[in-house]
């Protein structure tokens, strides 16, 4: 069993309409959880991290956070053709003297107009 | 300025030759690494420095050596080079390793790697 995992996609959406990027992962002593955007031959860039069960908004984006199930997604609402990147999970484990932040395999997102 | 900054950006060589990528943050973090992305954009952390310490070494062959001069800079220096050390290699630093945004990763720019 993969530690992230995330479905490679891709997943297509009309403009306008909610996004939304599903991630599972398992060691169940994780502690914080991001989601990055990258664009085709750029690097990685934070849209968000999230560390309590639960939902945090930050304008278009809401991530959610379901530590029972092992489970964090990410919704865009209003979806822009600009929105269309690669989407990476990130997970940081539970070894607390170290920042070992595992990425999952990242899902392309496409927005069609 | 740029916040991490890596050179070379492209690096294109032969098989069996020995390369190194310097990487540089100036936003005063703790914390630096090297990732490696690979052609299927699979992002996998190889090393991890926290003050000039050696804090995670993945299960990378020893062909590939870090080091840390100052909690400024990290180079990734490679010996022997292989085909499939081709990949995009990543730095990113991040201002420590405790409080959750203090885990939040800053990228530089990568450097493409290319073994022929």
């Known amino acids: 069993q993969k530690e992230v995992e995330q479905n490679s996609g891709p997943l297509s959406v009309p403009e306008g309409a909610i996004a939304s990027l599903n991630c599972t992962y398992s060691?169940?002593?994780?502690?914080?959880f991001f989601w990055y955007r990258q664009y085709s031959g750029k690097s990685p860039e934070l849209i968000m991290f999230?560390?309590?069960?639960g939902d945090k908004e930050d304008g278009r984006f809401t991530a959610q956070l379901n530590k029972a199930s092992q489970y964090v997604s990410l919704l865009i609402r209003d979806s822009q053709p600009s929105d269309s990147a690669t989407y990476l999970c990130?997970?940081?484990?539970?070894?607390?003297?170290?920042?070992?932040?595992?990425f999952g395999s990242g899902t392309r997102l496409s927005i069609r107009p | 300025d740029t916040a991490v900054s890596q050179t070379p950006k492209y690096l294109v060589t032969q098989m069996g030759n020995d390369k190194s990528i310097k990487c540089e943050q100036n936003?005063?973090?703790?914390?630096m690494y090297w990732y490696k992305q690979d052609s299927k954009k699979f992002l996998k952390i190889m090393f991890s420095?926290?003050?000039?310490?050696?804090?995670i070494n993945e299960t990378v062959p020893n062909r590939f050596s870090p080091k840390s001069p100052d909690k400024a800079h990290l180079n990734l220096h490679i010996n022997s080079l292989e085909l499939g050390d081709s990949a995009v290699y990543f730095c990113?630093?991040?201002?420590?390793?405790?409080?959750?945004?203090?885990?939040?990763?800053?990228f530089g720019a990568g450097s493409r790697l290319t073994v022929l």
């Open positions: 999230i560390y309590s069960n």
């Open positions: 990130a997970v940081k484990g539970r070894y607390s003297s170290a920042s070992k932040i595992i």
């Open positions: 936003l005063g973090h703790d914390t």
């Open positions: 420095y926290n003050n000039k310490e050696l804090i």
């Open positions: 990113a630093s991040s201002l420590g390793t405790g409080l959750s945004g203090a885990n939040v990763l800053t």
């Open positions: 060691d169940r002593g994780s502690q914080s």
